[in-house]
């Protein structure tokens, strides 16, 4: 036998096999997932923030369609006097609250009233009521509110 040959051992001269040791790969998933942590862990607070934003425009959208519903059946002075409206208000969980408040003509608060569903009873005519909408969609809410001069 020659010296200097190969003799085919683990460990034998220069022709050792390519590869990784687990140290390596294990050093190589654990740089990997902090990577992947770092990227992700916005992106869930993203989804959120995506999610209320959405219950937020709808309940700001459920408040501006019952404050225009409201304003829109008041121009007629009668349903104005009466507090009434022809369609009923949306059905919603929880349900929407509508706040009206008597306005005399410095905008100062004269008393409260109640919305009608049916157009009957006596008829009140200040000069301005103040119409509070609240809505809650989830954990978002939102409040509009509209004056609206006697017609």
């Known amino acids: 036998m020659r010296r200097g040959t190969d003799l085919g051992g683990p460990h034998a001269g220069p022709h050792r096999q390519a590869g990784f040791t687990i140290i390596e790969v294990l050093v190589s998933i ?19 923030l995506t999610q209320r934003s959405d219950q937020q425009v709808t309940a700001t959208q459920a408040a501006q369609r019952t404050l225009e519903s409201i304003r ?16 009923a208000l ?6 929407l609250q509508v706040q009206l408040e ?6 100062k608060v004269m008393g409260t009233s109640t919305l009608r569903s049916q157009c009957d009873g006596a008829a009140d005519s200040p000069p301005m009521r103040r119409v509070r909408v609240s809505v809650q969609v989830g ?7 509209v004056d609206v001069a006697r017609p």
């Open 30 to 48: 654990t740089l990997l997932s902090i990577i992947i942590l770092v990227i992700l862990t916005p992106l869930t607070g993203l989804f959120g």
């Open 102 to 107: 008597d306005l005399d003509q410095t905008g």
């Open 139 to 145: 954990k978002a809410s939102s409040t509009l509110s």
């Open 72 to 87: 829109g059946d008041w121009l007629s002075a009668e349903r104005y006097g009466k507090l009434c409206l022809t369609k």
């Open 90 to 95: 949306p059905t919603m969980t929880p349900p």
